[in-house]
């Protein structure tokens, strides 16, 4: 396929993704509110676009399937009850053509004639005997299209269809080609309506012989220009021509046909649009992210020129007007980019009415999904980020969050459960609620569990309220499941909502009520490519940290320092308001070489930057505060990436370079050592501390016999399996992640083990590991679960030195993985 045809088909797609959106929504409203004539229409029209341009690229599976769908979405224009046996095919052919549009190129090797059968055998339950004749035949019978009704050829004009005189040679055209009538009939409907065809046999004798001479003329409608026609019927040039269709739009009072009227009327007439509607143009996402970097760049221009100036505007006045307007034409610039990379959180909620229809009918529970604030708006790239941990919690929240109906009635509730999605703005960031009217979490069974997993110790849940013990259920590992189904029960889905919604600079709370219901609040950043940030000075290098975190800033002259500030258990310790806060001094965490610090300077005063992560609390004690800076933010470079104290880079207006702080992760660290509760500080001795050493280790198994397990420190991250998306050099298999080309390896390339017989594609998980600068991407079968574990291995049994041991987990024997071995091991060859 060309460059041409292929961006032509990148756009088929995406458009095609839009009818299917289109028509799953019609079909959900459809199930709820009963008939709709209009409804129906809409789905008929998005299948019909999707069936013609399927044509046009030779898709035979997706014209082959769609068809078929319009057949029975035509019989529901004319009165077929579409019920709910029909509407679950419908809706499995609609999940078959989601699947053939992630993989379009290859979309013919998809199994569709079940599929196409089952429609035919809904068909055949239609009472009117015309249309059962017509899906009975053997053959491709088109004879119920041909109406040379006038009627019909009006409608077709008022649907902005062209018309077109075809003259056919069968033998020539068609037979000599090595093609069939039926398959010439099936192309030419792909792509549009056959009117009427003369003479008749054409159509209704599909295996008539022709001779040289014979010939067939075909009145023929299509969106199709009439450069395209030949080249979609596969016919000479001069056998095809256009129709006068002045006749029927003066009958219809229509406008001559746009296409030609566009051309000869000025573009800003805003008549054009219909409905006053905006016109849009798509653009690729790598030409905005240019844009975005290249606005950021001049974000920072800006910032640099105005510093160089500053010393000079009071000699030169006029150099303040043109700074200001230079700072206003690059402030709308940035707003107007920025707003290009918007989308509504609403395309985010769309996804769920179909997954909870479908978990619903799984689970046997009536459960109505409410949405607000669809209209609300986000960067592209935090809507994507979005996506996953959404639906964790809807799957949470169906599974375990909503009783039983009978259960919800003894409870004195409605028997339907009620989820709500919400949106809003609140201090310059987006909240995304889910709440539910359920059960609520109870946070004794919580604690239960954690004791149980031994995620705390029973000193700690002692210590902790209530809603502390609730979110528990964030820790890695953590399930209530009993039993492990495809909906829930494995202990990483929670786990993953909290982290992949800080991996995006937001974070998650939650609040439950026993009896009440439960709601789980998402924090978001409106963009990642800007962000509002404090600038702060340590040991005279400028740092940066995300404002979202930060909670207020305090300024202690030298002469409060002895009353504001005590030291219990050799910490430091802020009176703030008749609370303790610990104190942590920023050069210290960072590891600034020779930092020191004198916190009882009488000469200087204290500069606390106070920041609250996960309900943690504390204070970071900087230099200097600068103030708020808009910085874009950088990658952040190579060698720095194992160091997780740091998020990315950014370019101040002087030109220094300045590392932006992961304070999630500073908190993480200090979360052990922090013995602050209930703002008071318990003694505690190095005998109360565990001798034990826990770690999360992601347990997995290959296909096989065999568990295994490799510590959660080691995985940079876990992605979906796609078989399209290996590139393959001889014998060696590479995957694309950021840029960079990773070998893939499976365990029974270098261990003595059985390789799978089939490889579960929802399932099949690639492991991203990382170790010290070294990267490569593991292919495993099935994720198992994420535990804490203290290792206890056993070493008598291992023959080799890429295992550690092997320990019994649930009454199975897990083998434990020496990853830097494994991943010098996976070098070789590569």
Known sequence: MDERMGELLLAYVEEAKDHLN???????????????????????????????????????????????????????????????????????????????????????????????QELKKAMNKKEEPQIKEKVDSDTVDLSYLVNDNRQEIEQLVKEGLLAFSVKIYPKKDILDCSLSINEFIEQALSMGEIIQVEPQHFLDDTTKKYNSKDEVLMLYCTVMELELVPLALQLPENQIASVDIKEFEQNLKLPIHQSSQIKETNTDDKSLTSA????????????????????????????????????????????????????????????????????????????FPRLIRDLSRQLKKSIELKTEGDEIELDKTVIEALSDPLTHLIRNVADHGLEEPADREQQG????????????????????????????????????????????????????????????????????????????????????VKNNVEKIGGRVDIYSELGEGTTVKLTLPLTLAIVSSLLVEVDKQSFILPQVNITELVNIIASEKTNRIDVIQDRNILKIREKLLPLLFLGELLGLKDYKYDLFNENKSLQIVIIEIDGLRLGLIVDLVIGIEEIVVKPIPQYLSSV????????????????????????????????????????????????????????????????????????????????????????????????????????????????????????AKILIIDHEENHCCLLIHNIIDSLSINLDLNTSNIQTELIQGSMLIDNKLTLFLDIPKCINVSKVGY
Not at 462 to 476: C, Q, T, W
Not at 671 to 682: A, K, L
Request: net charge negative; hydrophobic share 35%; with cysteine.
């Open 276 to 351: 006053g509607r905006e016109e849009t143009l798509r653009v690729k996402v790598s030409q905005l992210n240019k844009l975005v970097n290249s606005v950021g760049e001049l974000v920072l221009g800006r910032k640099q020129v105005t510093q160089a100036l500053e010393p000079h505007m009071l000699k030169y006045p006029e150099l303040t007007s043109i700074v200001k307007n230079i700072n206003g034409v690059v402030s709308e610039l940035q707003e107007q980019i920025m707003n290009a990379r918007m989308q509504p959180v609403g395309s985010v909620f769309a996804k």
């Open 413 to 496: 509730k409605v028997p339907t459960g009620t989820v709500l999605l919400k949106a809003y703005h609140q201090s310059g960031q987006v909240i995304v609620e889910v709440k539910d009217d359920g059960r609520g979490i109870d946070p004794d069974i919580i604690a239960k569990v954690a004791l149980e997993k031994e995620l705390c110790t029973p000193q700690q849940i002692n210590e902790m309220s209530d809603n502390d013990k609730v979110r528990l259920i964030f820790a890695p590992g953590f399930s209530t499941a009993k039993e492990v189904t495809d909906i829930s029960g494995r202990g990483v889905g929670m786990d993953a």
């Open 22 to 116: 289109t028509i799953e929504t019609c079909m959900l409203t459809l199930e709820k509110e009963g008939h709709s004539s209009d409804l129906i229409d809409n789905m008929f029209r998005g299948v019909h676009s999707i069936k013609g341009a399927a044509g046009f690229f030779q898709l035979r599976n997706l014209v082959h399937l769609t068809h078929h769908m319009e057949e029975l979405l035509s019989a529901a224009r004319e009165g077929f009850q579409l019920n709910e046996e029909v509407l679950n095919l419908i809706f499995e052919c609609m999940d078959t053509l989601h699947d053939m549009f992630i993989n379009v190129e290859n979309s013919d090797d998809f199994e569709v004639e079940d599929l196409v």
């Open 644 to 763: 997780n104290i740091y998020s990315g880079t950014t370019i101040l207006g002087n030109g220094e370079v300045a590392l932006i702080l992961d304070l999630s992760e500073i908190a993480k660290n200090e979360s052990d050592q922090s013995q602050f509760e209930n703002n008071e500080i318990e003694e505690t001795t190095k005998d109360s501390l565990s001798d034990d050493i826990s770690d999360s280790y992601l347990i997995f198994d290959n296909g096989s016999e065999e568990n295994f397990s490799i510590p959660v420190s080691f995985i940079q991250r876990i992605d979906q399996y796609e078989e399209d998306k290996i590139q393959r050099v001889g014998s060696k298999n590479f995957i694309e992640v950021q840029g960079r080309a990773l070998p893939l390896i499976s365990l029974e390339s270098f261990l003595d083990i059985q390789a799978p017989q089939t490889l579960d594609d929802e399932n």
